[in-house]
């Protein structure tokens, strides 16, 4: 069965309910004739309700950028599941780089949402990737296969459809910089996390789990990036926050694996 590709926005800390709404009435009749892809757009919790209502009876689907494991209970400024679900999120960002390194998350966190999202029916795109300094080390593998197992300490691929999760390989380097992995690093890698799957829910659950890559992704180096065999998409900050690029990237995605 071939895997939908996926182009994902992370608007990351922008856009105010003005921004969101011109945005969204610029991006729709841009895309109207990509076929065959998934389309995501992570808002900020402020502007993602209305985001759920512009996107209504589209193919694009609004999700979170992060949330936490717990239902309900004192844990002053965090959003949970059932409240994602409420607002009618479709998907979420969990264990994004920035939320890893300058909030603190762990691989444990991280593995806890995903179960999390999974089990409530929210489709999680869960990023792992390695420093600069931990690929010049070779030790890329290492960081990124730790992650990605710290996933499954909590969620039992047996259990689930390959459809039912999403990860997303970005290089940290790689974020915001214009560095862009090759597209044969961002294949290895990939190549490397989905053999990784097999070892969790055996080969058709690998085959079926769609794998994006994120870092600097843009019109000019998407064609590259989703020909590789294992690429299913990509996870796109910079380059999704003005609506135009975001959507040569949808129509870049959908034309690429047409075939
Ligand atoms: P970038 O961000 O496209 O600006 O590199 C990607 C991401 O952080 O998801």
């Known amino acids: ?19 969101a709404r011109d945005y969204v009435e610029q991006l729709l009749p841009r895309i109207e004739g990509a076929e065959g892809v998934d389309v995501a757009i992570f808002a900020t919790f402020t502007s993602l309700g209305e985001l759920v209502r512009l996107t209504q009876g589209t193919p694009v689907v609004a999700g979170a950028q992060n949330f936490y494991y717990e239902d309900s209970g004192a844990f002053t400024g ?13 998907a979420v960002i969990v264990g994004h780089s ?7 998350e762990t691989d ?6 995903a179960a999390r999202a999974v089990s409530a029916g929210i489709l999680p795109v869960v990023c792992v990737g390695e420093t600069k300094e931990e690929r010049d080390a070779g030790s890329m593998w ?6 990605v197992r710290a996933v499954f300490e909590h969620l ?3 259990e689930i459809g390959g459809e039912a999760i999403v990860f997303a390989y970005e290089p940290v380097w790689a ?4 560095e862009t992995a090759t597209p044969e690093d961002a294949q290895d890698a990939i190549g490397r996390l989905r053999g990784l799957l097999g070892e969790f829910g055996g080969e058709d659950f690998a085959g079926e789990v769609r794998i994006l890559y994120g870092g600097s992704i843009k019109p000019g180096n998407v064609n590259d990036i989703m020909a590789q065999r294992d ?3 990509g996870l796109v900050g910079g380059a999704s926050l003005e609506a135009e690029s975001f959507a040569e990237l949808v129509n870049g995605a959908s034309n690429a694996k047409e075939d």
């Open 1 to 19: 069965m071939a895997r939908r590709p996926m182009m994902a926005a992370n608007w990351k800390m922008n856009k105010l309910l003005g921004e």
């Open 78 to 90: 965090e959003v949970s599941a059932p409240m994602l679900e409420d607002v009618g999120a479709g």
């Open 98 to 104: 920035e939320r890893r390194e300058i909030f603190g």
């Open 108 to 113: 444990e966190t991280v593995g806890r949402k």
């Open 142 to 147: 290492e960081k990124v296969s730790g992650q």
């Open 156 to 158: 039992d691929a047996g």
């Open 175 to 178: 974020i915001g910089t214009g």
């Open 231 to 233: 690429v299913d998409g």
